[in-house]
């Protein structure tokens, strides 16, 4: 598995976790773990940031007279240890006695808990069902859960061998969630796309 940063801050609905690597965040959209001794918890990458480790000190240009970026960082070493990158997820379910459900964990997940990106044979067991639809569509986001929703859905896609099944049958499940706001519905729909 890959794993690819740590819980910071965690609630039972959202968890924020600081990558190891700069600047490796999972794209948007993507399944993500964690896990203790009796959960593991899933949640869908909802927003990602690079920033100073100092709150309120903001980093400074320094490539006026560097040929590319690689050669900032090269002459500036110092900088990989003043940056971080963190990305939040949105909690859509979890795994209990080997079940797994599509809703909100009982429990949220512990700080310094590993994160790992889903491999893609447990991307394909988790969208085998879309349970989790339901929390993406009423989350409260600073991003636009159109946008949550249909990047989700095409990460999910790329794990089925029926990719195009896959969309048209998660397309029927949003215009069930979605009745009466159909232009939501084609916002969604029409971001599918790649």
Known sequence: M???????????????????????????????????????????????????????????????????????????????????????ALMVGHRKDGKLYHYLPPAPARIHSFVYLCPPEEVKEFSQSFGFLNILVNAHLDISTDELIAAALRQMSRAHQERHAFLVTAGKELATLLSGRFDQLKSVLGRLKE
């Open 2 to 88: 890959d794993r690819i940063g740590e819980v910071i801050e965690a609630s039972t609905t959202e968890l924020a976790a600081q990558c190891y690597e700069l600047y490796g965040v999972p794209p948007l959209g993507s399944l993500v773990k964690t896990a203790d001794s009796s959960l593991e918890l899933y949640g869908i990458v909802c927003n990602a940031v690079t920033t100073s480790l100092e709150p309120g000190r903001r980093p400074i240009a320094r490539g006026k007279d560097e040929p590319s970026e690689e050669a900032i960082y090269r002459s500036n070493p110092q900088l990989t240890k003043l940056l971080r990158s963190e990305f939040n």
